[in-house]
Nanobody, 124 residues
Framework: QVQLVESGGGLVQAGGSLRLSCAAS????????MGWFRQAAGKESEFVAV????????LYSDSVKGRFTISRDNAKNTVYLQMNNLKPEDTAVYYC?????????????????WGQGTQVTVSS
């Protein structure tokens, strides 16, 4: 059974940085992709970024492009989200999710396994 565990959230001032981690376990990961989504209080879930586990290709939402970087460490089965120049509107619970396909998707229903989420709060 696949397990995803996020860490690295916290409280940061606007303009600051945080790095989220998502450790995956339960099987060998190869023809998969891993995404980050976020959900702010009272709002719908929003796609943030996605990476192909094998090829390393990436997609970003327009709202984070140029500020966030998704990467992966295959040896550690871990995906990272480096978040720079954070803004108050980045405040949300961030979730990592696994899609058992190498092709990239930005749609939450395409991801079958989800972590428990980690809170990111950006103060102005």
């Amino acid at each position: 059974q696949v397990q995803l565990v996020e860490s690295g959230g916290g409280l940061v001032q606007a303009g600051g940085s945080l790095r989220l981690s998502c450790a995956a376990s339960g099987r060998t990961f190869s023809s998969d992709s891993m995404g980050w989504f976020r959900q702010a209080a009272g709002k719908e879930s929003e796609f943030v970024a996605v990476i192909s586990w094998t090829f390393g290709s990436t997609l970003y939402s327009d709202s984070v492009k140029g500020r966030f970087t998704i990467s992966r460490d295959n040896a550690k089965n871990t995906v990272y989200l480096q978040m720079n120049n954070l803004k108050p509107e980045d405040t949300a619970v961030y979730y990592c999710a696994l899609r058992s396909r190498a092709s990239l998707s930005i749609h939450a229903p395409d991801f079958g396994s989800w972590g428990q989420g980690t809170q990111v709060t950006v103060s102005s």
